[in-house]
């Protein structure tokens, strides 16, 4: 009977082992939906992109802060992050070049949070995403920060996949990126003077 009852529990412990949510990767893509038009009229933007939160990771499949169970970047966020805003200033019209380079205008985007949390729930789990990002455009001496947040609930049954939390986490950056390259103080700093 106690062999028995060993067998049984470490199958019971490899059952509870093969359900356990193993990390996950996510690429940040990024894809602002901003007009094509010629709003920059050429006008060179050296960009610099960082990331700029405390930890690695965005957050954690099992619920618990510290599990084992992570998502993590699959890359720098920073180059995810810089590939959305070129695309959307390119398409306003705009010539981007590196953050070092010669230009008429700076930018400088900043992901200061970025964070996934999973609750735990009888017949559904809560996944709450957040995140605040920063943005300073700089022109001959004058300069404007903008901040932008974005946050997104929902409730599904099942555990989300690494494509689909990918997905989610995208929507909230791509969200953030909108929120500032929309702000109006920012776009007038970026455009060319109109005097």
Known sequence: ???????LLMMAALVLAACAPASQTV??????????SEEGQGITVALAVTDA????????RDGDR???ARIEPYED???????????????????????????DRRL????EDLYYERSPGVVTRGIHLEGRMSARAEQDGRS??????ARSERRMVHSPGETENEQMINEVVTRMLERLLDEAPLREMLRADEH
């Open 1 to 7: 009977m106690p062999v028995r009852n060993l067998v």
């Open 27 to 36: 690429r940040l893509d990024p894809r602002p939906d901003v007009a094509q």
């Open 53 to 60: 939160r405390e930890e690695h990771v965005i957050g954690f």
């Open 66 to 68: 510290g599990g084992s």
């Open 77 to 103: 966020p920073a180059l995810g992050i810089r590939r959305g805003v070129e695309r959307a200033l390119v398409r306003r019209g705009f010539e981007v070049v590196d953050a070092d380079a010669a230009a």
């Open 108 to 111: 400088r985007v900043e992901l």
């Open 144 to 149: 404007y920060t903008g901040v932008a947040r």
